[in-house]
């Protein structure tokens, strides 16, 4: 071998073996995924994934006891669930996998009026009883109506889109509400969360769907002995410096959009009326003012621009706000503020007549 060969056949090796043993030194590092997550800012998959990783290979079970594997959303709902312990509520859940245990006949009886409500853990009632969600005490608001909480922990838009195109021929619904919470648009970038997932890439103004079917526990598990570890600290890295420098702030908020016109859309093609509800975090409420600003703002223009109803519950909690405070061990809304968010869904409903399938105005705030 002449000398240049030689010299670089040794650049190689040397090159080599330094990316082992860094390999080495961050397998070794990342090893208990906490140790990341000063670096991690919610929009990188690489946290998600290794704690979900961590918890699996500790305890052999998945993150939630209620969540069974689904192939197109990541994780449902159990179907058949009686008073499991969550977080200080009990839930319950149907046949097919709807929280409660009241089953629903198909297809929908003539005469009958339904209402699907899709969101994330503050739709689901994380935290509170089955009878204590908005959507079962809208029910109760609504006699003769039947209300469906379709609503799953971790979710984001991307999968409620995907449950909604699932289940709206099944379910023959009048009216969708999707439980809009402004922490799940970063969710859309993910493609790994509570557990892998789907996600939607927008491509020349177009929704493509990516990592469908979703992985097995078993292959994910497979998977991660040969994925290289300096990939992963090098993915935190640059999706930090893409979210704070990067404009990845402007291409979540333009996929969130195109997910929520795409939901309003397949609602419509199926007969119902959309209804995207503003939800918010009670520390949102202790700090806002009156009008809204920022997401909210932008939401609300979204929907006036495409005829979607829309209703803001901020609004609606702002007049409650020395009584709607963060609470430091329940990170969700109470029964209290369930019960609010339904008494103004239901006045809502009621002023637009959208159960009567009147047109209604794309935009009402609230006062």
Avoid at 322 to 342: G, I, S
Wanted: hydrophobic share 40%.
């Amino acid at each position: 071998m002449r000398p240049r060969a030689k010299r670089f056949a040794l650049v190689l090796i040397v090159l080599a073996l330094n990316v082992l043993a860094l390999e080495a030194a961050v397998r070794f590092w990342v090893r208990d995924a906490e140790r990341l997550r000063g670096l991690a800012t919610g929009v990188d998959d690489p946290w998600w994934r290794l704690s979900w990783i961590h918890h699996r290979k500790t305890t052999g079970t998945t993150n939630y006891a209620i969540d069974e594997f689904h192939p197109t959303r990541g994780w449902a709902l159990k179907p058949g669930l009686r008073d499991v312990e969550l977080r200080g509520g009990r839930v319950s859940s149907n046949s097919r996998g709807v929280r409660g245990t009241r089953e629903v006949a198909t297809p929908k009886p003539p005469g009958t009026k339904r209402v699907l409500v899709f969101g994330d853990s503050f739709t689901f009632g994380e935290e509170v009883g089955d009878g204590q969600t908005y959507a079962a005490r809208l029910e109760g608001l609504f006699p003769g109506v039947e209300f469906l909480n379709l609503g799953v922990h971790g979710y984001g838009h991307d999968q409620m889109l995907l449950y909604l195109r699932e289940s709206v021929a099944l379910y023959e619904p009048d009216v969708v509400i999707l439980g809009y919470l402004h922490v799940d648009d970063v969710r859309n970038l993910l493609s790994f969360r509570d557990y892998a997932k789907p996600s939607f890439e927008l491509v020349d103004g177009r929704l493509e769907l990516r990592g469908v079917p979703v992985p097995t526990p078993e292959q994910v598990l497979a998977a991660e002995t040969w994925r290289p570890k300096v990939l992963d600290l090098g993915e935190l890295f640059v999706r930090q410096a893409r979210w704070r420098w990067g404009g990845l702030k402007q291409e979540t908020r333009e996929l969130s959009d195109a997910l929520l016109l795409a939901f309003a859309a397949t609602a419509r093609e199926h007969g119902a009326t959309p209804l995207i509800v503003y939800m918010t975090l009670p520390s949102e409420v202790v700090r806002s003012e009156r009008e809204p600003d920022g997401r909210e703002k932008q939401l609300e223009e979204l929907c006036r621009a495409n005829g979607i109803p829309f209703l803001s519950l901020r609004r609606r909690f702002y007049p409650l706000r020395d009584r709607v405070r963060p609470r430091p061990n329940m990170q969700h809304w109470d029964a209290f503020e369930h019960r609010v968010a339904a008494q103004a869904i239901a006045a809502h409903l009621r002023e637009t007549r959208l159960l009567d399938g009147d047109a209604a105005p794309a935009s009402d705030g609230g006062a």
